[in-house]
C-alpha cells in the first residue's frame, strides 16, 4: 500500500467536473491538476481551497481553514475527510441542442398554425467552478454535457420558441422562409440564453441554430405547400384562381351540354385546347366564360365598382342596378351606362353631340346648330340617305362616306 496517494483525472472532453471517489486523502498526497484543469477541496459541503495547474501536495498547513476544523493528534502526519472536485475548464463547442416536439407557431405570412423544430449546437466554458459546483453540481459524482443539456432545455426551448416566433412576426416572414435567417437568429438566441449560464458560472461562448423544419408529413404543411405549388404554377402559366374556376365551370358544361349550351361550349373548348399556354388562353376562355355568363361579378354604371353579378342594388353606392329607364345603351359597345353620362364608361363613346363648326353642345334632335346655324344632318354623297354621326359606310347603297357634313 503506497504511503503517499496521487490524485489525478484524465478524463473524456464532455465531463466537465469529477469528483475523486477516495474521500479519505491523507496528509502529503500529491494532487495534480492538468493545465486545462482546476481543482477544488471540499470539507463538509464548503469549499475550502482551489487549486490550479500544477503538483499540490495536500497539507493541513496549505489549507488554513481545514487546519482550523480538523484536530491533528499525530504531529500533521494523520488523514483526514475531504473531497476534491475537478472541474474541466477547456472551451466545449459542440454541445448539441434540439426541440424534442415541434413547436406551435402560427404563420405571420399565411395566417396557418405550422409546427417547427429547430436543432443546432453550442460552446460553453466553465468561468466560476465554486458557482458552477456549488449551484449547479451539487453531489452529483461527475457532470458531463448529458446533464447540462438535461438541465438547461427548459431555458433554451423556451427562448428559441420566442425568438423564432418574435422574429417571423418582426420580419413578416413564412416558417419556411426562416432558414434564410438563421444567423440573426442565432445572434438573437445566444443573447437572449446567456444569462441563464451567467448565472451558473457558465460562459456560453456561441450559440448556433443549424436548421429550422417543419414535419414534412404534417396536414397544415402539406395543404400550405400544394397551394403553394398551385400559385407558383398560375404565375408560371399566367392565369389567376378566377381564371381557372371559370375553365373547370366550362370543362364540366362540356361534359353535359344542354341544348342552347353544346354548339359554343364545343367551339369554345376546342379553341381553347387549340391555344398556345399563356395569357392568350386565359383571354380566350375568359371571352367564352362572359357569352355564358358565367362571370361572379358586374360593373356598377354609377360608382364603376366590381360587384356581385346577383345584386340589385349597387352595395357600394345604393344605385337600382334594374332600373332600365334610367340607364341608356352604349351603340358601340352595348355596355349599360346611366342617362346623365356624357361618354360611355366601357369604351368612351361620346353620347353628348357636339357641332362639328363651332364646337358647342347641341341636342339630339337638331339638325342646324342653334349657335352657328350649320347643317348637322349627315347625308349620303350618292343617295341622299340621312346617316348617323359614326356611320362609316351608306347602309343603303354603301357608299363610303367621309368625316363631313354631306347635305
Not at 413564412?174 to 435567417?181: H, M
Not at 358647342?360 to 342653334?370: A, R, V
Amino acid at each position: 500500500m503506497a504511503i503517499v496517494k496521487v490524485v489525478k483525472y484524465d478524463g473524456p472532453p464532455n465531463v466537465f467536473a469529477w469528483k475523486h471517489p477516495d474521500t479519505q486523502l491523507g496528509t502529503w498526497t500529491q494532487l495534480i491538476v492538468n493545465e486545462s484543469q482546476e481543482a477544488i477541496l471540499f470539507k463538509g459541503g464548503q469549499a475550502l481551497d482551489w487549486f490550479g495547474p500544477g503538483t499540490h501536495t495536500l497539507e493541513t498547513k496549505n489549507i488554513p481553514l481545514l487546519n482550523k476544523i480538523i484536530n491533528i493528534p499525530f504531529g500533521g502526519q494523520s488523514p483526514f475527510s475531504a473531497e476534491v472536485w475537478y472541474v474541466n475548464k477547456v472551451t466545449t463547442l459542440d454541445v448539441k441542442w434540439g426541440t424534442p416536439t415541434p413547436i406551435q407557431i402560427q404563420d405571420p405570412k399565411y395566417n396557418v398554425f405550422l409546427p417547427v423544430r429547430a436543432h443546432g449546437q453550442f460552446g460553453i466554458r466553465i468561468k466560476d467552478a465554486r458557482k458552477f459546483l456549488t449551484s449547479l453540481v451539487g453531489t452529483l459524482p461527475a457532470f458531463t454535457s448529458n446533464e447540462l443539456i438535461k438541465y438547461f432545455r427548459g431555458a433554451y426551448l423556451t427562448k428559441a420558441k420566442d425568438s423564432i416566433s418574435e422574429y417571423l412576426v418582426k420580419e413578416k416572414i413564412s416558417a419556411l422562409e426562416i432558414n434564410a435567417y438563421i444567423s440573426e437568429i442565432s445572434d438573437t438566441l445566444k443573447e437572449n440564453i446567456l444569462p441563464e449560464f451567467d448565472n451558473y458560472g457558465i460562459e456560453l461562448i456561441n450559440f448556433y441554430v443549424n436548421d429550422i423544419s417543419v414535419p414534412e408529413d404534417d396536414s397544415a404543411v402539406i395543404k400550405l405547400k400544394d397551394a403553394l405549388a398551385k400559385k407558383a404554377e398560375m404565375d408560371i402559366i399566367g392565369y389567376s384562381y378566377q381564371q381557372e374556376r371559370s375553365f373547370d365551370t366550362l370543362e364540366s358544361a362540356a361534359k353535359n351540354p344542354g341544348p342552347a349550351q353544346s354548339s359554343l361550349l364545343g367551339a369554345g373548348l376546342g379553341l381553347g385546347m387549340g391555344l398556345g399556354v399563356g395569357r392568350n388562353f386565359g383571354r380566350a376562355f375568359g371571352d367564352i366564360s362572359k357569352n355564358l355568363n358565367v362571370n361572379e361579378t358586374q360593373k356598377c354604371p354609377y360608382c364603376n365598382g366590381e360587384i356581385g353579378a346577383e345584386y340589385k342594388f349597387c352595395p357600394l353606392c345604393g344605385k337600382n342596378l334594374k332600373a332600365d329607364e334610367d340607364f341608356i345603351i352604349c351603340p358601340s359597345c352595348n355596355t349599360k351606362n346611366i342617362k346623365k353620362a356624357k361618354f360611355c364608361s366601357n369604351c368612351g363613346y361620346g353620347f353628348v353631340k357636339f357641332c362639328p363648326k363651332c364646337k358647342k353642345q347641341i341636342s339630339d334632335n337638331q339638325k342646324f346648330c342653334i349657335h352657328c346655324g350649320a347643317a348637322l344632318i349627315k347625308k349620303c354623297q350618292q343617295c341622299g340617305h340621312e346617316l348617323d354621326e359614326n356611320t362609316k359606310f351608306c347602309p343603303q347603297c354603301g357608299n363610303k362616306v367621309d368625316g363631313g357634313n354631306n347635305d
